[in-house]
């Protein structure tokens, strides 16, 4: 099942996206469909949830890590994103005039379902709404400046996301890519994830309380890079679609 979030004449709501037609639903957690079906290019697809925060994991990938050269860790490394930077599918990236490398990073990214707190990796799953494409936007040059992340990663519209949630998905073994202008620059599958989704969504839950509509975006695959004003960026990971915004100065 394909959850959105929307908006069209004003108003906003989440529906379930059946085919080329949009079934309005009482909420992202309430599915009840309340009668309402338009054309689903009548609306505008907003970021699929309204997270109150955005997690992320730094060097997930096997190959990502032998890329960089760098030793894979014994935890999951974690940052944050404010819920400010999130993006919608279509709206454009704001290249920061304060930096002058912006790269891509194409991610997996899980949607909580329900309240979590010290849950255990086989229960994990129990508390996952679904999954979507994610782009962990990130300005390289700040961040070896800065010797930390935070502002690297934190500007408007850095955390775009969506087209949409992805209920029915097995995060284990799914192509994830990133393609800068038509051309493929990312690939792998979440099989090299070093820390498997659950595994992750658990050991985060030791630390921070998860709530409904959260998001976890859960590293990225070899092959980032910069983009420019005027790029077009899609991320695609299979079971999903594609994630497309623009860049802008």
């Known amino acids: 099942m394909k959850l959105a979030r929307f908006s069209i004449n004003g108003s906003t709501g989440y529906g379930i996206i059946d085919g080329y037609k949009i079934h309005a639903v009482a909420s992202l957690f309430d599915h009840s469909k309340t009668g309402a079906v338009v054309p689903l290019s009548d609306v505008t697809l907003l970021a699929p949830c309204e997270p109150t925060k955005i997690i992320c994991g730094g060097l997930n990938y096997t190959d990502h890590a032998a890329e960089m050269k760098m030793p894979l860790p014994h935890e999951p490394i974690l940052f944050l994103k404010p819920p400010t930077a999130a993006l919608a599918p279509g709206e454009t990236i704001k290249y920061?005039?304060?930096?002058?490398?912006?790269?891509?990073?194409?991610?997996l990214a899980v949607v909580i379902g329900k309240t979590a707190k010290d849950i255990k990796p086989e229960d994990a799953g129990g508390y996952i709404l679904g999954y979507t494409c994610f782009n962990d936007v990130t300005a390289r040059d700040l961040q070896k400046k800065d010797g930390q992340w935070t502002r690297?990663?934190?500007f408007d519209t850095f955390a775009p996301f969506g087209p949409w949630i992805e209920t029915e998905l097995n995060p284990d073994d799914q192509l994830v890519e990133a393609y800068l202008n038509g051309e493929k620059v990312q690939s792998s599958s979440t099989e090299n994830m070093h820390f498997p989704?659950?595994?992750?969504?658990?050991?985060?839950?030791t630390v921070m309380t998860l709530n409904p509509g959260d998001i976890i975006a859960t590293g990225t695959p070899p092959g980032i890079g910069p983009m420019q004003p005027g790029d077009t960026i899609e991320i695609k990971i299979s079971g999903i679609g594609t994630l497309t915004n623009r860049i802008e100065r």
């Open 96 to 107: 920061p005039h304060t930096s002058h490398q912006v790269d891509y990073e194409a991610e």
């Open 152 to 154: 690297a990663k934190s």
């Open 197 to 205: 989704v659950f595994e992750m969504v658990a050991f985060i839950s």
